[in-house]
């Protein structure tokens, strides 16, 4: 008996070579004799309406990694499916048809609502065709993910969401990530990893900062605040006076020089420092996509559960996903500040011998 090691989909229970097993004439669910009679129909009849059908547990297993299928309806005795818009003559295994390129029939929609609109699933063949099959990711059609990500670069995302679910990594090098950073984060609405990112940077700033502050340092912005303090006292200057000041600070920057690493821990430091910097901007740029992808997963199980119906839940997609420019925005006025940070000694110690 082909169910042995099966669960009756009413009691539970696993069914043994001695049960006498019922099968539901409309889904194929497997039911004891007994249970079939006690409850005097399907155990998943409520299911009937939305076209389910049971399958066995290998099966189902197997369904993560294929294409959404295209159930068919009735065929004509040669095979073949006619087309209910052109009534063109297709094969039986087509899924669009060969006149007018339109869905032969509604796909099975895995996301629970109990109807798709085939417009949808005709613009995504007509955006991508067969260069990306519209499988399941994470459980999710990627489809799904193009409503999210948006037209221009979903193409892009999706191959490589598809590489990670098929090679079980993480890892995937997003160039725009490790060039732009948190502006990155910020476009694509990661608002999370884009603050921490700019915490991080303010973090490795400061440290960076006060790294410079060595003695030789402090010494050199006295002297150099003691030349701009003459110039002042002067008034304008002239182009004679002005040169004469310019050579005066590039003697200067000449004579610290030698001695700017005076302070060794500093200096060791500051160099650990660059070093942390440039991992942290490899591993963000190595992790990025996989941060998206994981973000994108949560935002679709999130939508899911407050739209009632197809329309609003696809319409929902595209507004929560996309970008941002204004983020974008922002994240770099932030990383200008942060970036000031830097010259915050200089000024302060020049400023300081003035007064």
């Known amino acids: 008996m082909k169910f042995i090691g099966i669960q009756c989909e009413h009691c539970k229970n696993t069914f043994t070579p001695e049960d006498d097993v019922v099968v539901c004439p409309k889904c194929g669910s497997p039911h004891h004799r007994a249970c079939w009679a006690e409850n005097n129909a399907c155990a998943n009849e409520a299911l009937h309406g939305e076209g389910f059908s049971w399958k066995a547990p290998e099966e189902q297993s197997e369904k993560k990694k294929t294409a959404i299928p295209f159930p068919h309806g009735a065929a004509n005795k040669d095979g073949s499916v006619i087309c209910p818009n052109c009534s063109a003559k297709n094969n039986a295994s087509d899924r669009f048809c060969v006149s007018c390129n339109r869905p032969l029939t509604p796909p099975v929609n895995p996301n629970g609502f109990r109807e798709i609109r085939d417009t949808d699933q005709y613009a995504y063949h007509k955006q991508h065709g067969d260069r990306i099959p519209n499988v ?42 490790f060039l732009f950073g948190p502006i990155w984060f910020f476009y694509r609405k990661m608002f999370k990893e884009g603050l921490i990112f700019l915490l991080v940077f303010l973090l490795f700033t400061g440290i960076q900062t006060w790294c410079s502050v060595t003695d030789s340092a402090v010494a050199l912005y006295k002297e150099m605040g003691d030349i701009y303090s003459e110039a002042m006292e002067n008034g304008e200057l002239s182009q004679e ?115």
């Not at 770099?332 to 500040?337: M, N, P, R, W």
């Open 136 to 177: 399941l990711i994470d459980g999710i059609p990627s489809s799904e993910y193009a409503d999210y990500i948006g037209e221009k670069k979903s193409e892009i995302y999706i191959r490589k969401f598809l590489s990670m679910e098929e090679t079980g990594r993480k890892i995937s090098v997003s160039i725009c990530a």
């Open 241 to 355: 006076e002005l040169d004469r000041m310019q050579e005066e600070l590039a003697a200067l920057e000449e004579k610290y020089a030698g001695t700017a690493g005076a302070d060794s821990f500093k200096s060791g430091l500051s160099t650990a420092i660059e070093i942390a910097n440039t991992v942290f901007v490899i591993a963000a740029a190595f992790f990025a996509d996989y941060l998206y992808k994981r973000k994108i997963v949560k935002e679709i199980h999130k939508i899911r559960l407050e739209c009632s119906d197809m329309g609003t839940y696809r319409q929902t997609l595209r507004q929560r996903g996309g970008t941002f420019v204004g983020g974008a925005v922002i994240a770099i006025i932030a990383l200008g500040l942060i970036s000031l940070i830097s010259f915050i000694p200089a000024y302060v110690f020049m400023i300081s011998s003035l007064f």
